[in-house]
């Protein structure tokens, strides 16, 4: 068997007030510190990224970009994203070269407080991300009462890990 290759995706690495690449707190979390921890302690090789790819080539060239991801990769990681464009790329992915895809999933999207500051803008989304959510095989969450409260097909509950 070969190696198993990950790919990480940071997918809240805009910051939205200025629009500049910036490391999220979820991408952090949820993505960056588990997969650090795994690179040490396995013979996995192990990428993260900003995005699938450099932003002006995925926008140029997604086709090339994302295929460079299926042919590459046998897993793709990420936190949760609202983006249509990117798991129809990713359900491709899956049928053509047998990618997994898991989701990091690190809230309770469906039952976010109004004083949230994410309230409005992932109300807008709820829709994308009950798509989105169903679809996808493989989900991780943060705690067991996420996992509970979900009928997703959650796979893993991958607690918070402590900084390096």
């Known amino acids: 068997m070969s190696k198993l290759k990950i790919l990480g995706v940071e997918t809240k690495f805009i910051e939205p007030t200025t629009g500049e690449k910036r490391t999220g707190a979820v991408d952090w ?3 960056i510190n588990p997969l ?3 690179k040490k302690i396995t013979d996995w090789e192990i990428e993260i990224r900003k995005g699938v790819g450099d932003d002006e080539e995925v926008r140029a060239n997604p086709d090339k970009v994302w295929s460079e991801v299926g042919q590459n990769f046998n897993v793709v ?3 949760y994203h609202a983006n249509p ?3 129809s790329y990713i359900k491709v992915l899956e049928k053509k070269y ?3 895809y898991v989701m990091d999933l690190d809230d309770n999207l469906f039952n976010i407080k109004e004083y949230n500051p994410v309230y409005e803008e992932y109300t807008k989304k709820i829709n994308l991300y009950k798509t989105i959510l169903s679809e996808t095989k493989f989900i991780t969450v943060t705690n067991g009462r996420l996992k509970k409260k979900s009928t997703l097909p959650i796979i893993l509950n991958l607690p918070q890990l402590s900084m390096p």
């Open 77 to 79: 990681f990420s936190s």
């Open 98 to 100: 047998g990618l997994k």
């Open 29 to 31: 979390w949820r993505v």
């Open 36 to 38: 650090t921890h795994l």
């Open 85 to 87: 464009l990117a798991f």
